[in-house]
């Protein structure tokens, strides 16, 4: 199975809205093919950046059509209530010619069970077995996979080719240290933007799914380039990676929270992509409070980098 899709760079796309608070597909197609002319290897949608929960399934699949009909290479976020629904969602991915598939646990029902996951994820990786996929974990889902279930998946389905761990340096270590060390066709992807070094240089990751990526697309492929030449030994690298997250940490560090994409759509707009002002539900937004201290530190971080770069 080519695991090549999940060895690069690739941003968790959100979705735009239109006036209306529909999504907006003309912007996310636009915004995706401006990423990967930037240097991405892929995108990912619809993760929690996509704001999966809030759009119907019909709405996500048309994403997916749209992204994958502009010749952009796409991974499909399986996140679903049940999994009938992770299930379609797989399907159409491998119908319409996605690349791959970022595997959700199952949420709400019976969510902390082992057996409830084994065959959840099961379902998922059956419904496209030629599309290599990625379990991601993240305590938000509220489990964590471990080695155990990820190898006895693996036995009975080999497009299960990696991890995308979103729960940290300790998670990080352990998928490191467990899971992908024990097979090199295994591959791990950095999925929280705080620990992009962590990953590739203590824990041998090979891609990187990112966040902040969508509004600094040009400095986050910086340091993904820096991080893998920092592992390949590269001692001037290492510096200059922990020098550039170190400049990111504050921005970074939203990818870490319940408000992730209001922040990165805000730092959209302050990009000039308009598209990003609106949310799906209304009351969702930044305070005042929030918008002055994601744009001070904004400013913050381009002055730096402008200085730092040149």
Same mark, same amino acid.
């Given at each position: 199975?080519?695991?090549?899709?999940?060895? %690069?760079?690739?941003?968790?796309?959100?979705?735009?809205?239109?006036?209306?608070?529909?999504?907006?597909?003309?912007?996310?197609?636009?915004?995706?093919? @401006?990423?990967?002319?930037?240097?991405?290897?892929?995108?990912?949608?619809?993760?929690?950046?996509?704001?999966?929960?809030?759009?119907?399934?019909?709405?996500?699949?048309?994403?997916?059509?749209?992204?994958?009909?502009?010749?952009?290479?796409?991974?499909? #976020?399986?996140?679903?209530?049940?999994?009938?629904?992770?299930?379609?969602?797989?399907?159409?991915?491998?119908?319409?010619?996605?690349?791959?598939?970022?595997?959700?646990?199952?949420? &709400?029902?019976?969510?902390?069970?082992?057996?409830?996951?084994?065959?959840?994820?099961?379902?998922?990786?059956?419904?496209?077995?030629?599309?290599?996929?990625?379990?991601?974990?993240?305590?938000?889902?509220?489990?964590?996979?471990?080695?155990?279930?990820?190898?006895?998946?693996?036995?009975?389905?080999?497009?299960?080719? #990696?991890?995308?761990?979103?729960? %940290?340096?300790?998670?990080?270590?352990?998928?490191?240290?467990?899971?992908?060390?024990?097979?090199?066709?295994?591959?791990?992807?950095? %999925?929280?933007?705080?620990?992009?070094?962590?990953?590739?240089?203590?824990?041998?990751?090979? #891609?990187?799914?990112?966040?902040?990526?969508?509004?600094?697309?040009? @400095?986050?492929?910086?340091?993904?380039?820096?991080?893998?030449?920092?592992?390949?030994?590269?001692?001037?690298?290492?510096?200059?990676?922990?020098?550039?997250? @170190?400049?990111?940490?504050? &921005?970074?560090?939203?990818?870490?929270?319940?408000? &992730?994409?209001?922040?990165?759509?805000?730092?959209?707009?302050?990009?000039?992509?308009?598209?990003?002002?609106?949310?799906?539900?209304?009351?969702?937004?930044?305070?005042?409070?929030?918008?002055?201290?994601? @744009?001070?530190?904004?400013?913050?971080?381009?002055?730096?980098?402008?200085?730092?770069?040149?």
């Amino acid at each position: 199975m080519d695991n090549s899709i999940f060895t %690069g760079c690739m941003p968790a796309l959100m979705t735009p809205c239109k006036a209306d608070r529909t999504p907006d597909f003309d912007a996310l197609v636009r915004t995706g093919q @401006e990423l990967i002319d930037a240097g991405m290897s892929a995108v990912v949608y619809c993760g929690s950046m996509g704001d999966w929960p809030l759009l119907t399934d019909v709405q996500r699949m048309e994403g997916v059509s749209r992204l994958v009909a502009a010749g952009i290479p796409t991974v499909v #976020g399986t996140g679903a209530i049940n999994s009938a629904s992770a299930v379609a969602h797989a399907a159409h991915a491998a119908k319409v010619g996605a690349q791959g598939l970022m595997v959700i646990p199952r949420v &709400l029902s019976r969510g902390t069970s082992a057996g409830a996951q084994a065959a959840h994820f099961k379902a998922i990786l059956s419904a496209a077995p030629d599309l290599p996929a990625v379990i991601y974990n993240s305590p938000y889902y509220g489990f964590a996979t471990r080695a155990e279930l990820f190898f006895a998946l693996r036995q009975d389905h080999p497009n299960l080719i #990696g991890f995308k761990e979103f729960g %940290g340096a300790a998670d990080l270590r352990y998928a490191a240290e467990y899971i992908t060390s024990a097979d090199d066709s295994v591959t791990l992807m950095v %999925g929280v933007d705080t620990n992009v070094y962590h990953g590739f240089v203590n824990c041998g990751a090979t #891609g990187a799914i990112t966040g902040i990526g969508n509004a600094l697309p040009k @400095e986050v492929l910086q340091l993904v380039e820096l991080c893998k030449q920092a592992a390949a030994g590269d001692v001037t690298a290492r510096l200059k990676a922990k020098e550039l997250e @170190e400049a990111l940490g504050v &921005l970074s560090s939203f990818d870490e929270g319940a408000d &992730l994409v209001l922040y990165y759509k805000h730092l959209m707009v302050l990009n000039g992509n308009a598209e990003y002002t609106l949310h799906f539900n209304e009351t969702d937004a930044l305070s005042a409070s929030q918008k002055q201290y994601v @744009e001070n530190q904004y400013k913050l971080f381009k002055g730096w980098y402008a200085n730092w770069s040149a």
